[in-house]
Nanobody, 114 residues
Framework: QVQLVESGGGLVQPGGSLRLSCVASGRIFSINAMGWYRQAPGKQRELVARIGSGTRTNYADSVKGRFTISRDNAKNTVYLQMNSLKPEDTAVYYC????????WGKGTLVTVSS
C-alpha cells in the first residue's frame, strides 16, 4: 500500500505565502503524476496543479502565476508553493499521486484570512 502525508497548511493573511509538502511512502516503484486538489466548503473538489513524470505541469486558471508545483523524485515528494494568497484560496488541500492507481492524502487545511 501507499501512504501520503501532507504538511504545511495553516492560517495566513491575504497576500501571504505557504508551502505545502506531500511525502509518499510504501510500495512504490515509480510515480507517474503528482498533484494537488482542493475542496472549499460547499464546493466540489477541484484540480489546483499537477506535475507529470517529467517537468510538464498544468494549473487551474485561478492559481496561474501565483502557485508553483514541483517534485523531488528521490524523496517521492511533491510541493506546492503558494504566493499572493487570497481568501478564495481557503480550502482543504489534498495530495494526489498516480502510480497508477490513484492515491489520496487526508488533506491539510489552508485558511486565508485577516
Amino acid at each position: 500500500q501507499v501512504q501520503l502525508v501532507e504538511s504545511g497548511g495553516g492560517l495566513v493573511q491575504p497576500g501571504g505565502s505557504l508551502r505545502l509538502s506531500c511525502v509518499a511512502s510504501g510500495r512504490i516503484f515509480s510515480i507517474n503524476a503528482m498533484g494537488w486538489y482542493r475542496q472549499a466548503p460547499g464546493k466540489q473538489r477541484e484540480l489546483v496543479a499537477r506535475i507529470g513524470s517529467g517537468t510538464r505541469t498544468n494549473y487551474a486558471d485561478s492559481v496561474k502565476g501565483r502557485f508553483t508545483i514541483s517534485r523531488d523524485n528521490a524523496k517521492n515528494t511533491v510541493y506546492l508553493q503558494m504566493n499572493s494568497l487570497k481568501p478564495e484560496d481557503t480550502a482543504v488541500y489534498y495530495c494526489n499521486v498516480y502510480l497508477p492507481p490513484d492515491y489520496w492524502g487526508k488533506g491539510t487545511l489552508v485558511t486565508v484570512s485577516s
